[in-house]
């Protein structure tokens, strides 16, 4: 599936974008569907890491939708995400040389890291503190196995 003959990048992020409007409006009704925020980290890494900025803007747009679904202030996983991707993984990956281990560690880093952060910008914004339930852990082992996929 491609533009042109001369162009050859292929539309399909446009297509995921797409895809993920649409997960989102059902992760929203059916609880067991998990948001997919550690598989977009990981997306935002890799995009991070090849500089494609068309790709890390397609998944910020995807990150805005999953902040506006949620109810969440408005840049807090990018900014996030940002922070974790330039000073947190980098020792992460210094300190630990087993892959799947690495895998696992972020995703717990990125939903648990992520509410501890959400909190801190709720005490800072006076903001009601977010609540955690135990489908957290659903969602990080479902997650865990789509990543490990990746």
């Known amino acids: 599936m491609q533009r042109s003959i001369t162009y050859k990048n292929p539309i399909t992020p446009f297509l995921y974008v797409v895809l993920f409007f649409v997960y989102t409006a059902l992760s929203g009704i059916y609880l067991f569907l998990p948001p997919l925020l550690a598989v977009l980290f990981i997306l935002f890494s890799k995009a991070l890491k090849n500089n494609d900025s068309i790709f890390i803007l397609l998944v910020s747009f995807c990150l805005l939708l999953f902040e506006a679904e949620n109810g969440y202030v408005l840049f807090s996983t990018i900014i996030y995400f940002v922070f974790i991707y330039k ?16 895998k696992f560690i972020i ?9 501890l952060f959400y909190s801190l910008l709720s005490n800072i914004f006076l903001l009601p503190i977010p609540s955690i ?17 990746l």
């Open 87 to 102: 000073y947190v993984i980098p020792k992460i990956t210094q300190s630990i040389s087993c892959n799947s281990c690495i």
């Open 107 to 115: 995703v717990v880093l990125v939903y648990m890291g992520f509410f």
């Open 133 to 149: 339930n135990y489908y957290v852990i659903y969602y990080i082992v479902i997650e865990f196995l789509i990543v490990s996929i």
